[in-house]
């Protein structure tokens, strides 16, 4: 929801970018390919309604508030509500954070997470480490509860003034063999919800896995999911986390930069040899085949192998796959794999 990109030229409904329709004058509601809905309301002492900001002066950003005080102040709340549809991965947009929410002061942003389970986790939220003034506005946070669904967020500020800019999300696997995300288009301000359908046989529950602050999904144990995200994204295994197990890699994209990172589990030039050809040596330790829409990996780890599923990967790759699914194995590994440190 919201838009992750200025707008110039924006589509507005009832005045709002991307923020679903209004229920009153305090409350909209965004409605999901799925059917459901999420709501995103305000709450103050002085009854002001949501208002869509567009950069009006140099502290104020293009996200949502409510409509006095430049956008949300101190006393008043902001309360997305995914209890339709409870997330386990949450991105997220804090525009207008001017000079006040400078690192290390005391004003911020403060977000309360409610998860399923009843409890709440609360975060604190500022400018980056020494960011000063009003040059950036702008910065992107998120917060991640695999096992314990996020049902509400709930935003307010101990001072200054703020928007929200855009939310996005996944959900938790929702069966055996498929589960939902949510996502924002990084140059438009469109938001849907997708259906990712696993094609495994006998697929058990899927955990998913968050990356770190450098862009890195690091699989563990266990059956996984990966969601990658618009920018660069590095899928890395490690040796000591085969487990004869099947990972799935979701939003794979080429024209970002990601890389299936295997440097730990297969190391090429030492396996290789003075003598012999790498590229056969590759060829011998990866397969690659087509299982219906997907890309799956066989890594051949020594005492185990690890499957690992590009979802969607016959058309992110059809560059190396023919009509009847016989794939240039050695080209596309030289685009996707990271096979040396």
């Not at 229920?23 to 459901?36: Q, T």
């Not at 804090?94 to 400078?102: H, R, S, T, W, Y």
């Not at 005492?303 to 590009?310: A, C, G, L, R």
Request: glycine share 10%; no cysteine.
């Amino acid at each position: 929801m919201g838009h992750t990109s200025e707008v110039n030229d924006p589509t507005l409904v009832d005045g709002f970018y991307n923020w679903g329709t209004r229920v009153n004058s305090r409350e909209r509601e965004f409605e999901l390919s799925n059917g459901k809905n999420i709501s995103v309301s305000v709450v103050n002492s002085n009854g002001s309604s949501l208002k869509q900001y567009a950069n009006q002066s140099s502290h104020i950003g293009y996200g949502i508030g409510d409509s006095d005080g430049g956008g949300m102040n101190q006393n008043e709340r902001l309360i997305i509500d995914f209890t339709e549809n409870p997330l386990t991965y949450v991105q997220f947009g804090l525009d207008g954070l001017g000079g006040l929410f400078v690192d290390g002061s005391s004003t911020r942003v403060e977000i309360t997470f409610a998860l399923e389970d009843g409890s709440e986790v609360v975060k604190s939220y500022q400018k980056s480490p020494g960011d000063t003034g009003n040059s950036q506005l702008l910065y992107e946070f998120d917060f991640s509860s695999p096992n314990n669904p996020i049902v509400s967020m709930e935003l307010e500020s101990t001072g200054g003034s703020w928007e929200l800019r855009y939310i996005s999300g996944y959900e938790n696997p929702t069966s055996p063999d498929s589960f939902n995300y949510l996502a924002v288009d990084s140059d438009m301000e469109v938001s849907e919800t997708k259906t990712v359908t696993l094609t495994l046989e006998n697929a058990p529950e899927y955990t998913a896995v968050d990356a770190d602050s450098n862009g890195v999904f690091q699989a563990g144990l266990g059956q996984e999911v990966m969601l990658g995200t618009d920018g660069q994204d590095i899928f890395k295994w490690l040796d000591d986390a085969l487990d004869s197990g099947k990972d799935v890699v979701v939003n794979f994209n080429i024209e970002d930069g990601d890389v299936i990172d295997l440097s730990d589990v297969l190391d090429v030039d030492e396996e290789a040899g003075v003598d012999d050809d790498v590229d056969e040596t590759i060829d011998d330790l990866i397969n690659a085949e087509v299982v219906g829409n997907d890309v799956v990996l066989t890594v051949d780890g020594g005492d185990t192998e690890q499957k690992i599923v590009i979802h969607q990967g016959k058309e992110i790759l059809e560059d190396y796959i023919s009509a009847n699914d016989s794939i240039d194995e050695l080209g596309m590994y030289a685009e996707i794999l990271k096979l040396t440190d």
